[in-house]
């Protein structure tokens, strides 16, 4: 059964730092590209990071860059979030999603796995 499963959510002052994990398993995670997500009450899902099969290449949302860093370990089937300088605007619940294949995208449909999501709220 192919499972992701994202952790590491909670609350932080503004200016504070999280780091969001996401375990893979019942797939190649080695051979899919990886997603951030986030979504707020009344929104819709809004993209955050994307990563490479390999790690090399990465892309993220203007409103994040420079202060989130997305990274993976596929040794131990692992996508990870490092959040800093966090803001009120941030909370959300964020979500990792899978796709197999080379290309990266900010597309939420064409992700194929996602997981349940994990709170983040940043007080101001």
């Known amino acids: 059964q192919v499972q992701l499963v994202e952790s590491g959510g909670g609350l932080v002052q503004a200016g504070g730092s999280l780091r969001l994990a996401c375990a893979a398993s019942?797939?190649?995670?080695?051979?899919?590209?990886m997603g951030w997500f986030r979504q707020s009450p009344g929104k819709e899902r809004e993209f955050v990071a994307a990563i490479s099969r390999s790690g090399r290449s990465t892309y993220y949302a203007d409103s994040v860059k420079g202060r989130f860093t997305i990274s993976r370990d596929n040794a131990q089937n692992t996508l990870y979030l490092q959040m800093n300088s966090l803001k009120p605007e941030d909370t959300a619940v964020y979500y990792c999603a899978a796709r197999y294949g080379v290309r990266i995208t900010t597309t939420p449909d064409e992700y194929t796995t996602w997981g349940q999501g994990t709170q983040v709220t940043v007080s101001s």
């Open positions: 019942g797939l190649t995670f080695s051979s899919t590209a």
